[in-house]
């Protein structure tokens, strides 16, 4: 797949100044930029980094490493953008937060949501730990504006 010149992350920064050089094997240095850089490797099939910035924690890491990764290399859906609403520094038990709204198609139909994700630091870098999800759909206003605070309120 040809990279493309703006970076799919929305950051407005070319793909080459932004994201490239985590998915080359960089740490990003907070958790906002792993959001940015994990949702430019789903829009560029980058499977590899993706496994690598998981948590040894998360779920995906029990299952078949060349399955995760065909999944989301064969993933029919078109990343459109990304909008970092809110985020949260790091707890007394070591997590940071960062809500976000991922506008996502998958054959025309709308498959956007907003996610509050949780972020461990391993001693090498930012991984992604978990995170809940709702369709962006299911939102006043399809999530634009929404809070940490307000998204916990249901």
């Known amino acids: 797949m040809p990279k493309p010149q703006l970076c799919p992350c929305t950051s407005g920064l070319s793909y080459r100044a932004c994201c490239a050089p ?3 094997g960089g740490e990003p240095p907070d958790p906002r ?3 940015r850089s994990r949702y ?3 829009a560029l099939k980058e499977a590899a ?4 910035t998981l948590d040894a924690a998360h779920p995906d890491r029990a299952l078949d490493a060349t399955l ?3 999944a989301i290399k064969d993933g029919q859906l078109r990343y459109m953008g990304l909008t970092l609403l809110d985020a949260e520094d790091v707890d007394e038990v070591g997590v940071a937060r960062v809500l976000f709204l991922a506008k996502i198609f998958e054959r025309g139909r709308d498959r956007s949501f907003v996610e509050l994700s949780d972020f461990r630091h391993d001693g090498t870098g930012w991984r992604y730990l978990a995170g809940i999800n709702v369709a962006a759909r299911e939102l006043p206003a399809g999530g634009a504006g929404l809070t940490i605070a307000r998204f916990r309120q249901g």
Do not use: K
């Open 22 to 24: 985590f998915h080359a």
């Open 33 to 35: 930029t792993l959001v």
């Open 40 to 42: 430019a490797a789903f």
């Open 49 to 52: 980094y993706l496994v690598r």
């Open 68 to 70: 995760y990764t065909r």
